[in-house]
């Protein structure tokens, strides 16, 4: 879900900074104010991470004692420790490691393949096709699980990564060949002409002229399908019934479900789940919230 | 010249096997599955057996369920809460941000601030959800207690327990989850619209409020609607949200049609009749993909 939201925010924004317009001078009482309204609106938004961190760090008795909103006396690891060793939770980040690694490249192949053939490539009815993968990437995965789950079975793929990591690409990539196919489209022809020229055949043009001149814009793909893979869950939840094959939101979403984490270990759950998500965010600031513009290419 | 060139290159180079690894990917697990699933929803099937040709009978079964109906009503709640609310909210702070706090306080402190709002977009859904679940439990949770510390005891609830503030809880959850979506999408475009209509509003004097109205709204209507369409489509595949929150409870107050179509998938094994409200909610979300196809040609069409 979140992830269809992100994904529009690839296609917009990150135009070039207009000028200022006030010099820093200008700063009146009022102007203060308002800057102090948006640091508390933005605290409170952050308060939920703040308390979610306190509480994974309390002792439980501590908890009980003072409650939720108390700062915790000393550092307690014991919850995050017991929700480590007890879900395995070394097994789960490798888990979602290897899925969303495997996605993240195996859908950015199958999008440059198929941009390439739409964007470049001009191939007919591409209109139609390019159609045909956004309403691939905007379907509810509801309409397509019963069916999946049934052939999965079929085929003997049922609770295995790899059936995760086969559907996942093709429904990322849905959304790769949408995106690329239009930035591939403002590919400077004068490059392909002139590869052309030099008697490059088109799997050469693509490796020597398209893909090094694409790479930003792949890279920024490759950032985005890691994290909306990383951060899948419907698919996963059907799939991924065994323990060894759980990913760390399936984890912790079926825990959740089962009601049976006290008030620290679900707090050290969720610093858990919550630390991958802000690494990438820190190492990705730039590129999730400025996305993927077809400018990156020039 | 060119044009004629590019024929040529295009005739000559084998473009369409490069189609193959996606079209085969897109066939088998989106095209068939898709198919199946219509085919599904017009028999009766527990799941194991040979599926029982039905017709039409679950969509007219379907339009007699009062569940599914609510499940609908349920729905148009959380577009509220996931386009409507966070696209007006996000609308001021991005102006906010950018016109304000960017031009006063530098951009760093606006991006800084950006980066704050948008921080529960990256946090997988599930993680949001054990957090929510846990401020707004009934005994021991942060917003009661916050509550009890303040005065306000008498306010408490169980916040996602309660049939009358369960689905309003779901959809302030909601609202904090989306929020930085918008705001990123609307800090882009501003930096879009022309500086020097603003100096001119200036100049005339216009308050903030009228240069809001009359330049900002106005200048990045695409972006707007854009958003609004496909939050309203993320509103509609809800699903882990209402999994880790209130597994549609309580007594349904909060089941969405993709949860209830998971409930007859997976729990009461109605796989037709879930099959049916899955291609329901596809035909919904189709037509709504189109619209914003459709827009994004205009537009593009506009802008070339």
Redesign the interface.
């Given at each position: 879900m979140t992830q269809t939201a992100e994904r529009a925010v690839a296609t917009g924004g990150g135009r070039a900074a207009a000028p200022a317009r006030h010099g820093p001078g200008k700063r009146r009482a009022g102007a203060w104010l308002v800057l102090l309204a948006l640091i508390v609106a933005a605290a409170l938004v952050l308060l939920p991470f703040l308390i979610v961190t306190m509480n994974a760090l309390k002792s439980p008795a501590d908890y009980s004692s003072a409650g939720p909103l108390a700062p915790p006396h000393g550092l307690h690891l014991t919850a995050l420790k017991d929700f480590w060793v007890r879900v395995h939770f070394g097994q789960k980040l490798w888990n979602s490691t290897l899925i969303s690694g495997s996605v993240a490249i195996c859908a950015v192949l199958v999008s440059l393949f198929t941009a390439y053939a739409l964007g470049i490539g001009r191939v007919k009815g591409r209109a139609w096709l390019l159609v045909l993968f956004i309403m691939a990437n905007t379907l509810p995965q509801e309409a397509l699980i019963y069916p999946l789950y049934y052939l999965a079975k079929q085929l003997h793929m049922y609770d295995t990564r790899l059936a995760v990591i086969i559907i996942l690409t093709a429904i990322q990539s849905a959304f790769g060949t949408y995106l690329l196919s239009s930035v591939l489209t403002a590919f400077p022809r004068e490059l392909l002409d002139a590869a052309a020229i030099d008697g490059a055949n088109s799997w050469q043009t693509l490796w020597r002229v398209v893909v090094p001149i694409s790479r930003p814009t792949l890279g920024v793909l490759m950032v985005f399908f890691f994290i909306w893979t990383w951060n899948e869950f419907f698919i996963p939840l059907i799939f991924l019934v065994s323990n060894g094959n759980q990913t760390v939101s399936v984890a912790l979403g079926v825990l959740q479900g089962q009601r049976l984490m006290d008030a620290t270990m679900s707090n050290a759950s969720a610093l858990l789940g919550l630390l991958p998500a802000l690494l990438f965010f820190l190492l990705f600031q730039r590129t999730l919230t400025r996305g993927i513009t077809a400018g990156a290419i020039k | 010249m060119?044009a004629a060139?590019?024929v040529r290159?295009?005739t000559r180079?084998?473009?369409?096997?490069?189609?193959?690894?996606?079209?085969l990917?897109?066939t088998?697990?989106?095209g068939?599955?898709?198919v199946?699933?219509i085919g599904?929803s017009l028999t009766r099937w527990p799941?194991v057996g040979t599926p029982k040709w039905a017709g039409l009978a679950n969509y007219r079964d379907l339009l007699h369920d009062e569940a599914f109906w609510a499940s609908f009503r349920h729905n148009l709640t959380l577009i509220v809460a996931m386009a409507i609310v966070p696209t007006i909210i996000g609308l001021v702070?991005a102006y906010?941000?950018f016109d304000?706090?960017?031009?006063?306080?530098?951009?760093r402190?606006a991006?800084i601030?950006?980066?704050?709002?948008?921080?529960?977009?990256?946090?997988?859904?599930?993680?949001a959800?054990?957090?929510?679940?846990?401020?707004l439990?009934p005994d021991?949770?942060?917003l009661n207690?916050?509550l009890g510390?303040v005065g306000l005891g008498s306010l408490a609830q169980n916040w996602l327990g309660d049939e009358k503030t369960a689905l309003l809880s779901v959809a302030g959850v909601m609202v904090?989850?989306?929020?930085g979506?918008p705001l990123?999408?609307f800090?882009?475009?501003?930096?879009?619209?022309?500086?020097s209509l603003?100096?001119a509003a200036?100049i005339d004097g216009a308050s903030w409020w009228r240069r809001f109205q009359h330049i900002t709204v106005p200048q990045i209507r695409p972006?707007i609607f854009?958003?609004l369409l496909?939050?309203t489509?993320?509103?509609?595949?809800?699903?882990?949200?209402i999994?880790?929150l209130t597994?549609g409870g309580p007594g349904g107050a909060t089941n969405v049609p993709?949860y209830f179509?998971?409930q007859n998938?997976?729990e009461t094994t109605k796989?037709g009749y879930?099959?049916a409200?899955?291609?329901v909610?596809?035909a919904i979300?189709?037509m709504?993909?189109a619209a914003?196809?459709r827009f994004q040609g205009r537009t593009d069409d506009a802008n070339s």
């Open positions: - | 060119r060139r590019a290159r295009s180079a084998p473009y369409p096997l490069y189609l193959i690894p996606g079209l990917l897109f088998l697990v989106i068939v599955p898709l199946m699933n599904i799941g702070l906010a941000l304000f706090v960017g031009t006063r306080f530098g951009p402190a991006s601030l950006r980066a704050g709002f948008y921080l529960p977009q990256v946090l997988p859904i599930v993680v959800g054990i957090v929510w679940s846990w401020i439990a021991n949770g942060a207690a916050a510390k904090w989850i989306q929020l979506f990123v999408v800090m882009g475009a501003l930096q879009r619209v022309d500086p603003y100096e200036e972006e854009v958003v496909w939050c489509i993320a509103a509609l595949k809800v699903f882990p949200q999994f880790v597994k993709s179509s998971y998938f997976f796989v879930g099959a409200i899955a291609t909610l596809t979300i189709v709504l993909t914003f196809i």
